[in-house]
């Protein structure tokens, strides 16, 4: 077995030469971070939207739903709520979120285009708050037969790679087999989170390119929420449906 990462969303790769195997999407800052915090808060379902005229139309037609979202980092005009786990995690309702943001959902529509989503390719909602839970559902899915690799997606910043992200596949890297294959970028990225800096995870975050623009923008609770290592035993999977949107759902404990 190997592990593969994909540095951002831009790069994910057409349908042709996507590998079997199951596959994590990461967008530490924030996305996936949120996603997680809303099923663990309680949310239903979290429906990721590529864009917001989408968004908007989704809601339009569910209107007991949650309109979640950004651009630029900050809550779109209109909206419920921004791209927060701190909101998301304080909801403690039962309303589902349409969710919409600059990368992390782009991310997801394109796995789903290229024809992720199903049993052979499984897509999970990773994080470094739920990291442990992700790696070992990783571990059990590439025991199917016909498996070909560990698809590690993270969302990137703006179509280039995003620090928190590729720190986040390390996470996960360092979890899986030690005898597993890892391409050169999983490789680079388990050697970033094991030899991260020493001391809170949240100023490693937050000096992060992202990150740094997050705390500028007075979003430093975030960046704390997404530093909580396994805060969550919560894993988000994207459930495929002919009569819904495709949409996160908590998937049922080991």
């Known amino acids: 077995m190997r592990i593969v990462v994909v540095p951002s969303a831009a790069a994910v790769p057409a349908a042709s030469a996507l590998p079997i195997g199951p596959i994590a999407v990461i967008d530490t800052l924030r996305a996936t971070t949120t996603v997680a915090a809303a099923l663990a808060a309680g949310a239903p379902w979290v429906e990721p939207v590529a864009s917001v005229?989408?968004?908007r139309r989704r809601r339009a037609a569910r209107p007991n739903a949650l309109l979640a979202g950004e651009r630029g980092g900050d809550r779109l005009p209109g909206f419920d709520l921004g791209n927060?786990?701190?909101?998301?995690a304080a909801l403690g309702g039962a309303r589902g979120l349409i969710l919409t943001t600059t990368n992390g959902t782009r991310a997801c529509d394109r796995l789903?285009?290229?024809?992720?989503?199903?049993e052979e390719r499984p897509i999970y909602a990773a994080a470094l708050v739920n990291a442990a839970r992700a790696a070992?559902?990783?571990?059990?899915?590439?025991?199917?037969?016909?498996?070909?690799a560990v698809i590690l997606v993270c969302a990137g910043q703006d179509g280039h790679a995003a620090a928190e992200d590729l720190l986040t596949a390390g996470a996960i890297a360092a979890a899986l087999p030690?005898?597993?294959g890892r391409d050169d970028l999983a490789l680079m990225a388990q050697w970033a989170w094991e030899r991260r800096p020493d001391g809170d995870?949240?100023?490693t975050l937050a000096a992060?390119?992202?990150?740094?623009?997050?705390?500028?923008?007075?979003?430093g609770a975030d960046i704390v929420?997404?530093?909580?290592?396994?805060?969550?035993?919560?894993?988000?999977?994207?459930?495929?449906a002919a009569d819904v949107p495709p949409r996160f759902v908590a998937a049922p404990p080991a």
């Open 178 to 180: 030690a005898a597993w």
């Open 136 to 148: 070992s559902a990783l571990r059990r899915a590439a025991e199917r037969p016909g498996c070909q």
């Open 112 to 118: 789903v285009r290229a024809g992720a989503g199903g």
């Open 201 to 203: 995870l949240a100023h």
């Open 84 to 88: 927060s786990p701190v909101a998301a």
């Open 53 to 55: 005229a989408e968004a």
């Open 225 to 240: 929420a997404s530093a909580r290592v396994d805060a969550f035993d919560v894993l988000p999977r994207l459930a495929l």
């Open 208 to 219: 992060c390119p992202h990150g740094r623009t997050l705390a500028a923008k007075g979003y």
